[in-house]
């Protein structure tokens, strides 16, 4: 993860808002927002996007009526715009959808660690997520050699560890609704029934 300005070696005269990410290329990478400075994350690689496919099959699959589960999108956590994160997965209410961007707090948050992004999601984003009202909060680390999940709540404002999968062990949790999933069967990619490997067990 590197930390960018708009331009070249010119530096920077205002903060940035989500109108200039508008500017920015459509080059695969992930422009965020961080106190009005630009936030750049570099495509996700093969392991990363088969995790966030199959986990939001998942999501989708046990999603209630209400719900909605989205991949990708931006989420202003101030009112100036200066602050916009994108989960890679989140959960909202249908009633508390907004475009372009989100505004209240998703029920649920998701990040696929990356070797650029460890410190990120496990640090820097736990505390503005919590911050910002998120109710739940999922880290997915996708080695291949120890596939983990870990499931964090906000209680009293800061993130509480609840659960914490690895390899072959079931996830299972309520929030934002029941579900269950195996942490090494959305990194294996030889692995046909997926799908069908966890279900309503």
């Known amino acids: 993860m590197s930390v960018m300005t708009m331009g070249t070696s010119e530096p920077q005269q205002r903060p940035l808002t989500v ?37 939001l099959f998942h999501l989708m699959t046990a999603a209630p009526k209400g ?20 989960p890679d997965l989140l959960v909202t209410r249908k009633g508390d959808v907004e475009k372009p961007y989100l505004t209240r ?9 990356s070797p650029e992004s460890v410190f990120r999601d496990n640090h820097t984003k736990r505390a503005e997520y919590a911050t910002f009202g998120i109710e739940s909060y999922w880290i997915f680390n996708p080695s291949t050699e120890k596939p983990g999940l870990l499931e964090l709540r906000l209680t009293d404002g800061e993130y509480r560890e609840v659960t914490q999968v690895f390899g072959e062990e079931v996830f299972a949790t309520d929030a934002p609704f029941p579900m269950k999933v195996v942490p090494q069967h959305l990194v294996d990619e030889a692995l046909d029934d997926w799908m069908e490997s966890v279900g309503d067990e």
């Open 105 to 113: 707090p998703p029920l649920l948050a998701v990040e696929v660690l």
């Open 19 to 55: 109108e200039d990410l508008e500017r920015m290329p459509d080059d695969g990478r992930r422009y965020e927002l961080v106190n009005g400075r630009l936030d750049v994350s570099p495509a996700p690689v093969f392991v990363h996007s088969l995790v966030e496919g199959r986990l």
């Open 67 to 86: 719900h909605i589960v989205l991949p990708g999108a931006g989420i202003n956590l101030n009112d100036a715009g200066t602050h916009h994160r994108i």
